[in-house]
């Protein structure tokens, strides 16, 4: 039972525009998302996070949305950059514990 | 620096034979874990631990075995019991979230383990 979903396997963008990368999830427990790029063969790094309570985060060039209602989280990049090129995990936080649930992740590719 | 390491980068090992994979941590951070990553999949949590000397399965568990005897050390022990252990680990660490809201975790820069 997937709790975090990640339903764009792939999103092709050019050098400019803007990336938009979506993620829903099922469990209303969860209190905290985060979004994560990966390169091949390296570890994931942290991009932005958003806690339950705010419905906007914004930090540069990335901006994540959050509408509790619907269940759904966004990650918007703007302008995106051939650099942007990764795989971008959703991941979310249970009201309790440390624990994180993570999407199967987008692979975003910026065209320049 | 501070930061998580983990090596091997790239490990091989003939079916049948335990193998361990290291992750060392100077972060300080309480929490450390393991996840498994797959082809066209997501993170999948192996074990995790929130302190020393305790430890608890997470969803892929089976075949793996950990130990946390030391704050900084959480290594993980690919057993002879795991059907498929062909894939890229990584290990991760944080704060506990009761120190801090915002306890994201961080990544070391992963093994590639081929089981031939």
């Known amino acids: 039972d997937q709790q975090v979903k990640q339903n764009s396997p792939s999103l092709s963008v050019q050098e400019g525009r803007i990336s938009i990368l979506n993620c829903d999830y099922t469990?209303?427990?969860?209190?905290?998302f985060l979004w994560y790029k990966k390169y091949p063969a390296e570890g994931p790094t942290f991009l932005i996070s958003?806690?339950?309570?705010?419905d906007k985060n914004e930090d540069g060039r990335f901006t994540v949305f959050l509408n509790k209602s619907a269940k759904h989280l966004s990650l918007h990049i703007v302008p995106s950059q051939p650099g942007d090129s990764a795989v971008y995990f959703c991941?979310?936080?249970?009201?309790?514990?440390?624990?994180?649930?993570f999407g199967a992740g987008t692979i975003l590719r910026v065209k320049s | 620096d501070g930061g998580i390491t983990q090596s091997p980068k790239y490990l091989f090992r003939k079916e049948g034979q335990n193998v361990t994979l290291s992750c060392e941590q100077n972060?300080?951070?309480?929490?450390m874990y393991w996840y498994r990553q797959d082809p066209g999949q997501g993170l999948r949590l192996i074990y995790y631990?929130?302190?020393?000397?305790?430890?608890q399965k997470g969803d892929i568990a089976e075949g793996y075995s950990v130990s946390r005897e030391k704050k900084e050390s959480f290594p993980l022990t690919v057993t002879s019991a795991q059907k498929n252990p062909t894939a890229f680990y990584l290990c991760?660490?944080?704060?506990?979230?009761?120190?801090?809201?915002?306890?994201?975790?961080?990544f070391g820069p992963g093994t590639r383990l081929t089981v031939l």
């Open positions: 991760a660490s944080s704060i506990d979230r009761r120190q801090g809201a915002n306890n994201e975790q961080f």
């Open positions: 469990n209303s427990m969860f209190d905290y």
């Open positions: 958003i806690s339950s309570i705010k």
């Open positions: 991941a979310a936080r249970g009201e309790y514990g440390n624990k994180l649930v």
């Open positions: 972060l300080n951070h309480d929490a």
């Open positions: 631990s929130q302190i020393v000397n305790d430890f």
